[in-house]
C-alpha cells in the first residue's frame, strides 16, 4: 500500500475509533443523565397544581421534643413558650426523649429524673394532648447497637416500654435506625410491644423511614452501600399494621431544590396513604430544622415544601386519621412554627 494511502487509511482508523469512544460516552451519559431527568420531571410533576381545600389539619399532628424536656434543663417559662406554640394548631402528640435505650435493650432511669415534673406541668399547660415517650438507639448489624434478632434484647426493650408507661406516659413511640427492610425482628418486637401497649390501652407510635419512590432501589442501593434508606411498600405495611401511629421521616432526602423536595414529600405520602392501614394513624414529618449537607440541603427541604408536598398528596375528602409532624422542638425556628400554620391550620 502506497504510503498516502496508508496516511488515510490510519486516519481514518483512529477517527473511527475516536467516534466509538465519544458514542461509547455519549451512551454510558446518556443511560445516567435520562433517569435523572426523568425522576426530576416526575418529582416537579407531583408538586404542581393546587391542594384541596379541606386537605387541612385533622388534629392529629405531633411534634418530637428534645431530651432537655425531661431532664431539667428546661424551664417553666420554656414550657409556657412550647404551649403557646401549640395553642390553635393540630398538635395532639409530644413525643418527648426518654432515652437513649442501652445497647442491650435496658432504659438507665437516671436519664429522666424530671419527668414526673414534666408530665404535670405539661398536661396543665397543654389539656388533651397526649404525651409519649420517645424511645431510641441505633441498630445492628449497619450499626453498634441493638440487635433486635435476639429476644432477650426484644424482652429488655419491651420492659423499657413498660418503665416509661409506669412512670405516666401516655405512649410509647419507636425511633430505632436504620432498621432493614425486611426485618424479622423489628416486626417480633412491634409484635410484643403492641400487646402491652393495648392492654393498657395507650398507642404504640413509630418514625419509619422513607418507602423506595421506585420498585427496588432500596434492594440495590443497599447492595451498593450496606445502608439501608427506604423500606419496601409491604414492609412498611407489615410494620404499619402492628402500631397504631407511623410518622415517616420524610427528610434527609439530597433533594437540591425546594419544588424537587416538595415533590418527594408528596411521593412519599402517596405511597404511606396506599400502604398504611386504615385503623393506623399516618403522620408525616416536617424538616424543622436548619442543616446544609449532602443529605439535607437547607434551602430545598423546608417545612413549606414538605406541607404544601403533602396537601397534594391528600386530595379532597381523604383519610382523617392523618397528621403532621415537626421534627424537632430545639430546633425550630419562628418561620418553621409559621410555614406550619400558615400551609396546614388555617
Given amino acids: 500500500m502506497p504510503a498516502r494511502a496508508r496516511r ?8 473511527t475509533r475516536r467516534r466509538r469512544v465519544v458514542t461509547a ?17 416526575a418529582l416537579r410533576w407531583y408538586y404542581s397544581g393546587d391542594p384541596a381545600v379541606d386537605a387541612r389539619t385533622r388534629g392529629r399532628d405531633a411534634i418530637w ?8 434543663r428546661r424551664t417553666d417559662a420554656d414550657l409556657t ?36 415534673g414534666f408530665l404535670e406541668r405539661a398536661r396543665a399547660a397543654m389539656p388533651g394532648v397526649r404525651i409519649q415517650s420517645w424511645l431510641g438507639d441505633v441498630v445492628a448489624p449497619e450499626k453498634v447497637g441493638l440487635h433486635l434478632d435476639r429476644p432477650d434484647v426484644r424482652e429488655r426493650i419491651t420492659a423499657s416500654a413498660k418503665q416509661v408507661l409506669d412512670l405516666g406516659f401516655d405512649g410509647v413511640h419507636f425511633d430505632l435506625e ?7 425482628g423489628f416486626l417480633a418486637l412491634l409484635d410484643q410491644v403492641h400487646a402491652l401497649t393495648a392492654a393498657r390501652g395507650v398507642p404504640l407510635s413509630i418514625a419509619a423511614p422513607q418507602i423506595e419512590p421506585v420498585p427496588m432501589i432500596g ?54 396513604l396506599a400502604n398504611t392501614p386504615p385503623g393506623t394513624d ?13 443529605a439535607h ?50
Fill in 8 to 15: 488515510r487509511w490510519s486516519r481514518r482508523t483512529r477517527w
Fill in 25 to 41: 460516552c455519549l451512551v454510558v451519559l446518556a443511560m445516567l443523565v435520562v433517569p435523572v431527568v426523568g425522576a426530576g420531571l
Fill in 65 to 72: 421534643l428534645g431530651h432537655a424536656w425531661v431532664d431539667g
Fill in 81 to 116: 413558650m412550647l404551649a403557646s406554640r401549640v395553642r390553635g394548631t393540630g398538635i395532639h402528640d409530644l413525643y418527648v426523649h426518654t432515652g437513649p435505650l442501652e445497647h442491650d435493650g435496658s432504659l438507665d432511669p437516671k436519664l429522666a429524673p424530671g419527668v414526673a
Fill in 178 to 184: 436504620p432498621v432493614h427492610n425486611d426485618s424479622p
Fill in 219 to 272: 434492594r440495590v442501593t443497599f447492595a451498593l452501600t450496606d445502608h439501608g434508606k427506604w423500606w419496601s411498600p409491604g414492609y412498611f405495611a407489615q410494620a404499619a399494621r402492628r402500631v397504631d401511629q407511623v410518622a415517616v421521616m420524610s427528610y434527609d432526602t439530597s433533594m437540591p431544590v425546594e419544588s424537587l423536595y416538595g415533590g418527594y414529600v408528596a411521593r412519599q405520602t402517596e405511597l404511606a
Fill in 282 to 294: 399516618l403522620l408525616m414529618g416536617l424538616p424543622a430544622y436548619w442543616d446544609d449537607t449532602p
Fill in 297 to 346: 440541603r437547607g434551602d430545598a427541604e423546608t417545612v413549606r415544601a414538605a406541607v404544601r408536598g403533602a396537601r397534594l398528596a391528600l386530595g379532597p375528602g381523604s383519610r382523617q386519621n392523618f397528621g403532621l409532624a415537626l421534627y424537632v422542638d430545639f430546633a425550630a425556628t419562628p418561620d418553621h412554627w409559621a410555614a406550619y400554620r400558615d400551609g396546614w391550620c388555617l
